[in-house]
């Protein structure tokens, strides 16, 4: 039977009973079976279109018939692994070089993100000799054991946090302890870190590396005030540390105005690590890390070799090299800037209509909108979200929350989202947000304490 074929409840019932509760579906009530893809839209069983404001996996958009055609040529010629010389991982190492600064010359290639940000953490001991880590509140790295562990969204829910773990506040200017009104939120936070640091060395505790998202996600699509990670990386280096930015969510042209978010810090400021994932294969499994050439040489003094079976092999490569020339001859890292611009003027101004959204940010297709409950305290405005999101997807429009009260709005859509795309999403949005207030007042009316329709 061809799965188009089988019936949205057989197939789920088949997903409850074969596969773990634990591995869960957006829209859990209600989910979306979603049989293709095409651009920035999704397709169900029943051929209903979904515009998708939140798949920064398909990056340059599903089922890009480059990329595709890059991996079924490549296919049908040879797919080995790469301890056979083969131009491909030379050719793409050589193609990612140049989107990065000098320094970041060596490329160990992998198959999911989190493998990158375990590599990046093997490495920053091995080059530092040291072993803790300092990361930032909220933040998530990946599943692995390792990163579990340097991940607060997920170590809070588990074993708790390790002695070797150090989390400094998370650097929001909108709900965190420095704000918009601070003189400099940027050194303010980055004191944080480096009170932090020496907390821990007051203990006897060596710092081997900083991680962070360039633009923190999972934790509410947060920007940075801008000299943050400068100021970091020089308490860091100084404490014997690397820094490691995490591009998995936020690279390859999404901010707009740079190909990489952390260069939205300036010229001056160089990771000693950047790992990449998700969008780098545009859903193909492929990795990358990237790091300088003294911190790989402080590798291969182990004598132990890197291998990893699947990554870099002939295929992998061939997609990402394909998403490198899509991105070039579509223009699309100055589109995120285009159309990122546009979406969030457009958002502002509900913003000034609706009370209920506390904050736009954003650069480039990476933006949250913070709903809250109230302007002065900033309450997440938790049940809300939820509840919009939910009416969002009843009118064909995917789109989730992030944040520790997860009311923040993220877009992060395949980077071909499109003006008529953005101000579609925005009339949704103002359409249902005026029926929640005017359901809202006619149950002050009636001193009703919920509207029946809101959760």
């Known amino acids: 039977m061809a799965a188009d074929a089988r019936a949205k409840a057989v197939t789920l019932d088949l997903r409850r009973r074969l596969l773990s509760s634990s591995c869960r579906l957006f829209f859990p009530e209600d989910p979306v079976k979603i049989i293709r893809g095409q651009g920035q839209y999704l397709y169900d069983e029943q051929g209903r279109e979904y515009l998708d404001c939140i798949n920064n996996v398909a990056h340059v958009g599903h089922c890009h018939p480059t990329v595709v055609q890059a991996a079924h040529e490549q296919n049908l010629v040879l797919n080995t692994n790469s301890r056979y010389l083969h131009d491909n991982i030379v050719d793409y190492a050589q193609r990612l070089s140049e989107t990065l600064p000098d320094k970041l ?28 880590v300092v990361v930032l509140d909220h933040a998530y790295h990946g599943h692995l054991s390792s990163l579990i562990d340097i991940s607060p969204y997920k170590f809070r829910n588990l074993d708790g946090q390790k002695e070797w773990v150090h989390v400094a506040p998370l650097p929001d200017t909108y709900r965190g302890p420095y704000r918009e009104d601070h003189p400099n939120p940027a050194e303010a936070y980055a004191s944080e870190v480096k009170h932090v640091i020496s907390s821990a060395q007051e203990k006897g505790r060596k710092i081997a590396a900083f991680f962070a998202e360039s633009l923190p996600s999972v934790s509410g699509q947060i920007i940075p005030p801008a000299g943050y990670f400068s100021q970091v990386a020089e308490h860091i280096r100084r404490a014997g540390g690397l820094f490691v930015a995490d591009e998995i969510q936020v690279g390859f042209g999404r901010v707009g105005k740079h190909f990489w978010a952390f260069q939205l810090e300036g010229e001056d400021f160089v990771p000693d690590i950047v790992t990449m994932g998700k969008s780098i294969g545009n859903g193909h499994p492929v990795a990358c890390m990237a790091t300088t050439q003294a911190v790989s040489r402080a590798f291969e003094a182990t004598g132990v070799e890197y291998f990893n079976t699947f990554g870099g092999n002939p295929v992998s490569c061939a997609v ?17 800037t285009t159309v990122g611009s546009f979406l969030m003027e457009h958002l502002r101004l509900q913003k000034a209509k609706h009370p209920i959204i506390g904050d736009v940010r954003g650069t480039g297709l990476f933006i949250g909108v913070d709903l809250i409950k109230d302007e002065t305290l900033r309450t997440p405005a938790t049940e809300e979200a939820e509840y919009l999101v939910s009416r969002l997807k009843e009118n064909y429009i995917l789109l989730s929350t992030d944040g520790p009260g997860k009311n923040i709005l993220k877009f992060k859509p395949p980077m071909c989202f499109s003006l008529d795309n953005a101000q579609h999403v925005v009339a949704k949005l103002d359409d249902i947000l005026t029926d929640m207030e005017e359901k809202v007042r006619s149950c002050e009316t009636l001193r009703i304490k919920h509207p029946p329709a809101l959760p």
Not at 105 to 131: I, K, M, P
């Open 320 to 336: 990402g090299l394909a998403v490198l020339d899509v991105l070039k001859t579509e223009q699309l890292q100055a589109h995120a």
């Open 105 to 132: 010359s060596v490329f160990y290639f992998l198959n999911s993100g989190s493998e990158a940000n375990d590599l990046a953490l093997r490495l920053a001991r091995q080059y530092t000799g040291h072993q803790d």
